[in-house]
């Protein structure tokens, strides 16, 4: 049943489709009640939504306004009238639904009729259809779903609830339609007409948020980073590759905190030559400094159950590439964004490592330093500017690499 307070309906009754509106059960102050649009004699049906909403505009006063949630339905769109498809109850043709199998189309369909034959019964008085839901137990079951008539006996009570229904429906159709009366007789043609076009430009404008809404969902997952849903994003340890004088060497990392956690051990980074390697040494080895980060268990599951793909983020590959001769060229050949990130990579390392090689190079070159402040734009190298020659930023640029280079374990 919908979780709606109020709900625009379509009933297929003996004389076709009408459309009303239906309260099914609610509390209040401790009681239980029900309602349909309608006034002191008879439930109201109307031979469409734009008849119905005509209605609701030309008579503030019927057994719905009273409801709690009469004053939020109201200020819905015009095509708040207009059922959804779950919201249309075939009463005249329930017996067809069971002429099949307890299928969950067949069943929960049924289920939804009974529901509010059921209740048009009660609000309306519908004698001999409340009579009929009173005598048949065998009717409650319906509601339980499909998976009630699974078992051994499931298809003979299916059976049994369809011969009730064959013996019985016909009078309770009839019983139902005598509580049902057409509400729209006094409407007038204009003010249905300008209804219903109030109604089609609400349903095109609310068709129109839905597909803005799908693309923009769409949109959402093609940007989402697959990398996101992985193994590695999720114990938040990362693979690294670093390409450095012409070769290139895989590793992990991870952060507790700001502090940088290499695979490896007494500041020696174990490396590998591809992401295969690193992969299937993970499975053999436990004695480095990441198997006591508290994720690692995850790392490990996956590896051991044939499901750890070593892939690297575009924010964990690393390049130092052509930066050594990008120096000695002059500061327009330097891609600044590969020198910060390879910098970071650096000091990563010495970090880790906890020795201060990389900030005792820089402390006995003060010009690198400054170069390097500059180039990646620090506020501390302010009135700095590189000159000529460059030889020697290049020259101390790739020793910064090699000590990077010497804490890898194969190179």
Do not use: C
């Not at 906890?354 to 390097?372: H, T």
């Amino acid at each position: 049943m919908s979780t709606r307070a109020i709900l625009p309906i379509k009933l297929s009754l003996t004389e076709g489709d009408v459309y009303t509106l239906w309260a099914p059960t609610w509390k209040e102050n401790g009681t239980e009640w029900q309602a349909f649009l309608g006034d002191d004699e008879s439930v109201l049906a109307f031979a469409s939504p734009a008849h119905l909403l005509s209605y609701l505009e030309q008579q503030p006063q019927h057994d719905l306004t009273d409801h709690p949630s009469w004053g939020h339905f109201q200020m819905q769109g015009a095509d708040r009238v207009v059922p959804r498809e779950r919201d249309a109850y075939d009463i005249v043709g329930a017996p067809s639904y069971l002429a099949g199998r307890p299928s969950h189309e067949n069943v929960s369909r049924l289920a939804r009729v009974f529901q509010v034959s059921k209740s048009l019964a009660d609000v309306g008085t519908a004698e001999q259809a409340q009579i009929f839901f009173a005598s048949h137990s065998i009717l409650d079951s319906v509601a339980r779903g499909a998976e009630h008539y699974a078992g051994d006996n499931g298809m003979n009570e299916w059976s049994g609830v369809g011969r009730v229904v064959l013996a019985n429906w016909a009078d309770v159709v009839r019983s139902l339609d005598g509580v049902v009366r057409d509400g729209g007789a006094a409407l007038s043609e204009a003010s249905v007409a300008d209804a219903e076009s109030r109604i089609a430009a609400a349903e095109q404008k609310r068709e129109q948020e839905r597909a803005q809404k799908e693309e923009e969902e769409k949109a959402a997952a093609a940007a989402r980073d697959p990398y996101d849903e992985s193994v590695w994003a999720t114990a938040g340890i990362d693979p690294v590759k670093v390409s450095i004088q012409g070769k290139t060497v895989y590793t992990l990392r991870t952060y507790l905190g700001s502090s940088p956690v290499f695979l490896g051990k007494y500041g020696e980074i174990f490396t590998f030559p591809s992401a295969k390697h690193l992969g299937r040494w993970i499975v053999g080895n436990e004695d480095h400094d990441l198997a006591g980060v508290s994720t690692w268990g995850e790392i490990m599951n996956a590896a051991n159950a044939g499901e750890l793909d070593v892939t690297v983020h575009p924010d964990n590959a690393y390049s130092f590439s052509g930066l050594a001769e990008d120096i000695a060229e002059g500061p327009e050949a330097v891609d600044t964004a590969q020198m910060s990130k390879a910098y970071e990579l650096l000091a990563d390392a010495a970090d880790w490592a906890a020795d201060d090689s990389l900030n005792s190079f820089l402390l006995a070159n003060p010009r690198m330093q400054d170069y390097l402040a500059y180039m990646m734009g620090a506020t501390e190298s302010a009135g700095y500017v590189p000159s000529p020659p460059f030889s020697d930023k290049s020259e101390a640029w790739v020793e910064l690499e090699n000590q990077l280079i010497k804490r890898f374990s194969k190179f």
